[in-house]
Each structure stands twice: as structure tokens, then as C-alpha cells.
Nanobody, 116 residues
Framework: QVQLVESGGGLVQAGGSLRLSCAASGNIFDFDFMGWYRQAPGKQRELVAGITRGGFRNFADFVKGRFTISRDNVKNTVYLQMNSLKPEDTAVYYC??????????WGQGTQVTVSS
């Protein structure tokens, strides 16, 4: 049973930074794709950033230039570095991993709150 565990959320002032971590119980190299999603109250969950096994990265337009995603295959961890945070970035952030069989796993989420 694969488990993804997020950490690193918290309260930060606008303009500040946070780094989220997603630790996998298994080998993250097994995942074709790993991504960070977020869900704000009353809104749908949306993709923030993703990274493939080959290292290709994609970002939502609303975070380009502010957020970066990286993976450490030795630590089996994916990171989301968030800079220049805005109040509208406030949401629960979730980690997702997708296997070659298209089976997906989600973490439990970590709250990010940005105060103005």
C-alpha cells in the first residue's frame, strides 16, 4: 500500500515562502507523474505543478515564476517551493502520484494560509 504524506504547510504572510514536502512510502521512481494540487474552500481541486519520472515539469499559470517543483529519488520525496505567496494561494495542498497503470494515490493534504 503506497502512502503519500505531505508536510510543510502553515501560516505565512503575503510575500513569504514555504516549502512543502511529499514523502512516499515506496519508491517515487515507480510513479510516472507526481503533482501538487490545491483546493480552496468552495472551489474545485486544481493542479498547481507536476513533474514526470523523466523530470519534465509543468506549472499552472497562476504560479509560474513563483513556485518550483523538484523530486529527490533517494529520499523518495517531492517538494513544492512556494515563493512570493499571495492570500489567494490559501488552500489545502495535496500530493498525488500516478503509476504507469494510471492508478492514483493522494496524500491527506496540508493547509497553507497566507495572510495579507
Amino acid at each position: 500500500q503506497v502512502q503519500l504524506v505531505e508536510s510543510g504547510g502553515g501560516l505565512v504572510q503575503a510575500g513569504g515562502s514555504l516549502r512543502l514536502s511529499c514523502a512516499a512510502s515506496g519508491n517515487i521512481f515507480d510513479f510516472d507523474f507526481m503533482g501538487w494540487y490545491r483546493q480552496a474552500p468552495g472551489k474545485q481541486r486544481e493542479l498547481v505543478a507536476g513533474i514526470t519520472r523523466g523530470g519534465f515539469r509543468n506549472f499552472a499559470d497562476f504560479v509560474k515564476g513563483r513556485f518550483t517543483i523538484s523530486r529527490d529519488n533517494v529520499k523518495n520525496t517531492v517538494y513544492l517551493q512556494m515563493n512570493s505567496l499571495k492570500p489567494e494561494d490559501t488552500a489545502v495542498y495535496y500530493c498525488k502520484g500516478v503509476l504507469p497503470s494510471y492508478v492514483s494515490y493522494w496524500g491527506q493534504g496540508t493547509q497553507v494560509t497566507v495572510s495579507s
